[in-house]
């Protein structure tokens, strides 16, 4: 067969020697059963989707590589962290991103107004490591229980299939520890330019530990050479009208003409304990580090340099999570990074299959892409992850018959843990002190867009979901509870009446602000 060979086959690899019509008696029919050929084709394309994703449905991939600078901040990668990928200048890591969007379908607006996905696979050569971020700092909820229902109530309503303004509201004024997280994503930056245009965070707080063993909590902070750029309501409206998948156009024809993209990864760092100092929680994911209390320190930068060659088998079926960490990264224990641990690679079980990690965009290629398992069959067992003079017969652990062995011990970071099984919430909760700083430091434009839009939105909900969320937001900020009450009709005497929900534990500082709206 010539190498430029072109004839088409069937899966089966014979020869099609008619595409045009099925096999039928006489040219107008019936059809056969038999027609081997066009049961194939039609039963396959019956199957070409997957579940899209419950959430992040609609993204793009690219792919690109991490290169280290040796260093956190001034001092050497080693103090914090043995993972080998930070440790020497110039250390160049493979990867795959993936920008998403969250609640809409795989087809829907690029720009709406949505938290937008930033999740980076590193192909180390100690294996993968998935950086599951968002661009926002923040997150609604801090307990990962409450995250079907923070979604449920964002996505169409179950009856009319239409995202309903009182469905949100009536969960997020039932959360006050969503505030902070609204007031970003009303505000422009709930709205990124493009995906080239916007920082990501990894939200959760994680842990990095060193040869000895000792660790520090970690924040991770993606910000972009290409400056940050938001839209309004107004501008995004114009966008969508002409192009539902705006920013993965945009990434696509940067990474084809030669325009790379890159951002420069900092973390933000802090001794492993509770710190009562501070009145804020590290564990909690609805605040950020203050960056003049915890530096911002550089440990590499991000070029984006490669496009996919086909969007089902790299965008629909990559499968990242939180879960996956190399050595000298560990995890915390806030209760949204254990819960999404779990969460994200038994979706991917589901969504993809049982042997998702076999497909190449998902294996690893640190170790020359050496993966020794005795994990066997499964549907869609593609490969049997044997090393090289393994004995075949020997797929368990340990046997004196050449079979695989575990790796050399590490110093095993190995916290002392001790309390009483509960339910309860962290103790220092805080939620509005954050988004008054917030509210304070907007640009005035910002802050314009942040109350036409949140109070559009209020407007479109009813009295006892209104009255709440502007008791919320007076709790904030006297001039954000007031422009807010403008929009809506509404003023602080009409919500004076309302107590602090059941379930809050108000601090000194809020119980004073409750004091003074009287
Ligand atoms: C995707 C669960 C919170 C960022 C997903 C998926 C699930 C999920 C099930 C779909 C994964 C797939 O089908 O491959 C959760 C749960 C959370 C949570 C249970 C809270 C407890 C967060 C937070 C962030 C985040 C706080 C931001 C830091 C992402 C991103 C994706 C994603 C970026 C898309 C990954 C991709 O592009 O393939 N999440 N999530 N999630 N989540 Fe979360």
Redo the contacts with the bound molecule.
């Keep these: 067969m010539a190498d430029d060979d072109r004839t088409l086959t069937t899966r089966q690899g014979h020869p099609v020697q008619d595409n045009q019509n099925q096999r039928t008696v006489g040219s107008r029919g019936p059809a056969t059963l038999e027609n081997y050929h066009f049961l194939e084709k039609i039963s396959h394309f019956d199957r070409e989707r997957i579940p899209e994703?419950?959430?992040?449905a609609r993204?793009f991939v690219a792919y690109g590589e991490f290169e280290a600078t040796g260093q956190i901040g001034d001092e050497p990668a080693s103090t914090y962290t043995r993972a080998k990928l930070f440790q020497t200048a110039g250390k160049k890591t493979p990867l795959a991103i993936?920008f998403?969007t969250v609640i809409g379908g795989r087809d829907s607006s690029e720009a709406a107004r949505d938290p937008r996905?930033?999740?980076v696979k590193f192909y180390t050569e100690d294996g993968n490591w998935d950086l599951?971020?968002?661009n926002l700092a923040i997150?609604f909820i801090r307990d990962?229980i409450k995250?079907p229902d923070v979604i449920h109530s964002l996505k169409p309503d179950p009856v009319t299939f239409r995202q309903e303004p009182n469905r949100i509201l009536d969960f997020m004024s039932q959360t006050p520890e969503s505030m902070h997280m609204l007031t970003h994503l009303f505000s422009p930056r709930g709205i990124p330019a493009t995906y080239r245009h916007m920082e990501g965070f990894?939200?959760?707080t994680y842990k990095m530990v060193n040869a000895a063993g000792e660790t520090v909590l970690v924040k991770y902070h993606w910000i972009p050479r290409q400056g940050v750029a938001s839209l309004t309501e107004e501008e995004a409206a114009k966008v969508q009208g002409q192009e539902l998948g705006s920013a993965s156009k945009d990434l696509y024809e940067a990474i084809e003409r030669g325009d790379y993209p890159q951002w420069d990864l900092y973390v933000q760092l802090m001794e492993d304990h509770d710190h009562p100092e501070l009145d804020w929680d590290p564990l909690d994911?609805t605040k950020i580090w203050p960056e003049d209390q915890f530096p911002l320190r550089r440990v590499g930068t991000m070029t984006l340099n490669e496009n996919v060659k086909d969007f089902h088998n790299e965008n629909e079926q990559?499968?990242?999570g939180t879960g996956v960490l190399v050595d000298g990264l560990d995890f915390s224990d806030d209760k949204?990074l254990v819960?999404?641990t779990f969460?994200?690679s038994d979706?991917?079980r589901y969504?993809v299959g049982p042997n998702y990690l076999q497909l190449p965009v998902n294996s690893p290629k640190g170790r020359a892409g050496k993966v020794y398992t005795n994990q066997r069959g499964g549907e869609m067992s593609y490969g049997v992850d044997t090393a090289p003079g393994q004995n075949p017969h020997v797929n368990y652990e340990p046997s004196i018959h050449n079979g695989l062995h575990e790796a050399e011990k590490q110093p095993y970071h190995a916290p002392q843990i001790s309390g009483r099984l509960t339910r309860s919430d962290l103790d220092r909760t805080n939620d509005y002190l954050q988004a008054r700083g917030r509210y304070n430091t907007m640009n005035d434009w910002e802050r314009d867009e942040l109350i036409n839009v949140l109070g559009a939105m209020m407007a479109e909900s009813e009295r006892d979901v209104q009255e709440r969320m502007l008791w919320h937001m007076f709790m904030v900020h006297d001039d954000y509870g007031q422009r807010i009450g403008e929009v809506i009709g509404m003023t602080a005497e009409d919500v004076k009446h309302l107590k602090p929900l059941p379930r809050q534990q108000l601090s000194e500082a809020e119980l004073e602000r409750l004091a003074h709206l009287g």
Excluded: K
């Design positions: 994703r419950v959430v992040h993204g993936r998403s996905g930033f999740a599951v971020g968002n997150f990962a995250f990894g939200v959760n994911d990559i499968a990242m949204m819960g999404r969460s994200y979706t991917q969504r």
